[in-house]
């Protein structure tokens, strides 16, 4: 199959696609974009100003954008956590907000505010709310759009991941984030994935040595999701439709980008993907629909599998996987090596420490586990358990509420959010050019170099 990106260059804006009224041209506004800065006014260089702690006593209130599967979850996490008012809730769909409110009164809290008047309703709950967050899991073209009107109405935001799908997207936030002195933060939940964050311990500890090389990726056969009617207005498809490119990035780069110190003495450098052609979605649907029907028909410009490198200014290399669309086992193939050891996850928990393990031989990363175990695992392995994905989720949002509560840094900001995400543009770009090497933009602008790594984080 021909892809579209191979035959055209695009320069669709995010908003002229919006205004078109189609989601052609979604992630590719790259054209008249440097890779390398913001063509806009610089305003302050790479920081912004740490914003307070709310009053004592006050709870932290949240306005709530798209409560399908994950915003749900979400809702959830929070309606559990001590010190949270969930204010107003808004979606495209009356009748999940109408479940969410009910949810909320059930939990003892004043029925939220509702927004449901089509898809900007979420400027209106900006500007008439009183709110100390705005938190979306909307589909991902939204998610820029929703941070920036929380912040420009003077409240922190907090997005599903991926925060943006363009590079004009990642400077936005970046931008409006150091203007507004907002948060602005991805909820990467697999940063608070309990191996992850074991493994995280174990390189802050020195137990692999210097860091040289790491892997990982989001390898989960949604074929099936995609297909059928789990997101709402198959919204995940249309991506897979128009888009060539490491789609999803942020769950496998998020915990390497935290162990290899990006943005915080280190930087991504350059990039470079390639990937296969596409098979899966169309024979599933041919399978599923029948040969004639229009999603066997329909051409899918994502690749099966794509590959992604990339070099950091530190010197270490990372492959980046993304392989949605076929039948296989999920996994974050996270593997991270240095100069005296490797550690990896799927589809076992292996280690191998040069002068501890034996030989040339693996064996489980459970024996290091109580040794290692991340202290915030120690403190919220209760009460996180039972909620999403084996509890880190509720993890990851606890630590949100805990930061804006006692005006800490956010375990992730805003420049995280963007050279995350960024993967994505760039891989799209780099795709769309014979697999090219590109550079990375520098979204702290230098700041990195001065930046304190993430520490090991108590409660
Ligand atoms: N971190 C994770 O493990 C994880 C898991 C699943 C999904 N996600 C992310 O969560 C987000 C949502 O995914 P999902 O599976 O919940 O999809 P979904 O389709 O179930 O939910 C999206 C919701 O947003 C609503 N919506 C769409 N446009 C809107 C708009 N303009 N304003 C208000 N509401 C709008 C939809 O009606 C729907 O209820 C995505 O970004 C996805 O990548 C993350």
Same mark, same amino acid.
């Given at each position: 199959?021909?892809?579209?990106?191979?035959?055209?260059?695009?320069?669709?804006?995010?908003?002229?696609?919006?205004?078109?009224?189609?989601?052609? @041209?979604?992630?590719?506004?790259?054209?008249?974009?440097?890779?390398?800065?913001?063509?806009?006014?610089?305003?302050?260089?790479?920081?912004?100003?740490? *914003?307070?702690?709310?009053?004592?006593?006050? &709870?932290?209130?949240?306005?709530?954008?798209?409560?399908?599967?994950?915003?749900?979850?979400?809702?959830?996490?929070?309606?559990?956590?001590?010190?949270?008012?969930?204010?107003?809730?808004?979606?495209?769909?009356?009748? !999940?907000?109408?479940?969410?409110?009910?949810?909320?009164?059930?939990?003892?809290?004043?029925?939220?505010?509702?927004?449901?008047?089509?898809?900007?309703?979420?400027?209106? %709950?900006?500007?008439?709310?009183?709110?100390?967050?705005?938190?979306?899991?909307?589909?991902?073209?939204?998610?820029? &759009?929703?941070?920036?009107?929380?912040?420009?109405?003077?409240?922190?935001?907090?997005?599903?991941?991926?925060?943006?799908?363009?590079?004009?997207?990642?400077?936005?936030?970046?931008?409006?984030?150091?203007?507004?002195?907002?948060?602005?933060?991805?909820?990467?939940?697999?940063?608070?994935?309990?191996?992850?964050?074991?493994?995280?311990? %174990?390189?802050?500890?020195?137990?692999?040595?210097?860091?040289?090389?790491?892997?990982? @990726?989001?390898?989960?056969?949604?074929?099936?999701?995609?297909?059928?009617?789990?997101?709402?207005?198959?919204?995940?498809?249309?991506?897979?439709?128009?888009?060539?490119?490491?789609?999803?990035?942020?769950?496998?780069?998020? *915990?390497?980008?935290?162990?290899?110190?990006?943005?915080?003495?280190?930087?991504?450098?350059?990039?470079?993907?390639?990937?296969?052609?596409?098979?899966?979605?169309?024979?599933?649907?041919?399978?599923?629909?029948?040969? $004639?029907?229009?999603?066997?028909?329909?051409?899918?410009?994502?690749?099966?599998?794509?590959?992604?490198?990339?070099?950091?200014?530190?010197?270490?290399?990372?492959?980046?996987?993304?392989?949605?669309?076929? &039948?296989?086992?999920?996994?974050?193939?996270?593997?991270?090596?240095?100069?005296?050891?490797?550690?990896?996850?799927? *589809?076992?928990?292996?280690?191998?420490?040069?002068?501890?393990?034996?030989?040339? $031989?693996?064996?489980?990363?459970?024996?290091?586990?109580?040794?290692?175990?991340?202290?915030?695992?120690?403190?919220?392995?209760? !009460?996180?358990?039972?909620?999403?994905?084996? @509890?880190?989720?509720?993890?990851? $949002?606890?630590?949100?509420?805990?930061?804006?509560?006692?005006?800490? &840094?956010?375990?992730?900001?805003?420049?995280?959010?963007?050279?995350?995400?960024?993967?994505?543009?760039?891989?799209?770009?780099?795709?769309?050019?014979?697999?090219?090497?590109?550079?990375?933009?520098?979204?702290?602008?230098?700041?990195?170099?001065?930046?304190?790594?993430? @520490?090991?984080?108590?409660?």
């Amino acid at each position: 199959m021909k892809n579209k990106h191979d035959e055209q260059e695009h320069r669709t804006t995010r908003r002229d696609f919006l205004r078109a009224g189609s989601i052609a @041209g979604l992630g590719v506004a790259l054209g008249s974009l440097s890779l390398s800065g913001c063509a806009s006014s610089q305003p302050q260089r790479g920081t912004f100003l740490a *914003p307070g702690a709310l009053p004592a006593g006050r &709870p932290v209130r949240v306005g709530f954008v798209g409560v399908g599967n994950m915003g749900s979850a979400h809702v959830g996490n929070l309606l559990n956590i001590e010190g949270v008012q969930l204010c107003a809730i808004c979606d495209i769909v009356e009748a !999940k907000v109408a479940r969410v409110q009910k949810l909320v009164e059930d939990a003892g809290q004043p029925r939220p505010k509702g927004y449901s008047r089509g898809t900007l309703d979420f400027k209106r %709950m900006c500007a008439e709310e009183e709110l100390d967050l705005v938190y979306t899991a909307t589909p991902w073209e939204w998610h820029t &759009p929703v941070c920036v009107a929380a912040m420009q109405n003077g409240k922190h935001a907090a997005t599903e991941v991926p925060a943006a799908v363009t590079l004009e997207e990642c400077w936005e936030l970046v931008e409006t984030a150091e203007k507004q002195h907002r948060h602005c933060v991805m909820m990467e939940n697999c940063c608070y994935d309990r191996t992850e964050m074991l493994i995280l311990n %174990m390189v802050r500890q020195g137990v692999l040595g210097e860091l040289i090389h790491a892997e990982c @990726g989001y390898l989960h056969d949604l074929r099936r999701h995609k297909l059928t009617n789990v997101y709402e207005g198959q919204w995940r498809l249309k991506h897979s439709i128009e888009r060539n490119g490491d789609l999803y990035p942020t769950h496998g780069i998020g *915990p390497v980008a935290q162990c290899m110190n990006i943005n915080r003495g280190n930087q991504f450098e350059t990039l470079v993907s390639m990937s296969s052609k596409s098979r899966g979605l169309q024979l599933y649907a041919s399978d599923q629909f029948g040969a $004639d029907s229009p999603l066997a028909r329909q051409e899918y410009a994502l690749g099966d599998v794509v590959i992604t490198l990339i070099r950091t200014v530190n010197g270490e290399t990372i492959v980046i996987t993304h392989d949605t669309d076929s &039948p296989r086992p999920y996994s974050r193939n996270i593997l991270v090596q240095g100069t005296k050891g490797i550690i990896r996850k799927y *589809p076992e928990e292996l280690i191998h420490i040069q002068g501890r393990s034996a030989g040339h $031989d693996w064996e489980p990363l459970d024996a290091y586990r109580e040794q290692y175990d991340h202290p915030i695992w120690k403190a919220l392995a209760d !009460k996180s358990r039972g909620f999403g994905h084996g @509890g880190m989720d509720y993890i990851e $949002d606890y630590r949100l509420v805990q930061s804006l509560r006692e005006g800490t &840094p956010t375990d992730m900001d805003v420049y995280d959010a963007a050279a995350w995400s960024a993967i994505s543009a760039l891989s799209e770009r780099s795709i769309a050019r014979r697999s090219r090497s590109l550079d990375f933009p520098d979204f702290t602008r230098g700041a990195w170099k001065d930046r304190e790594p993430l @520490g090991i984080i108590s409660i």
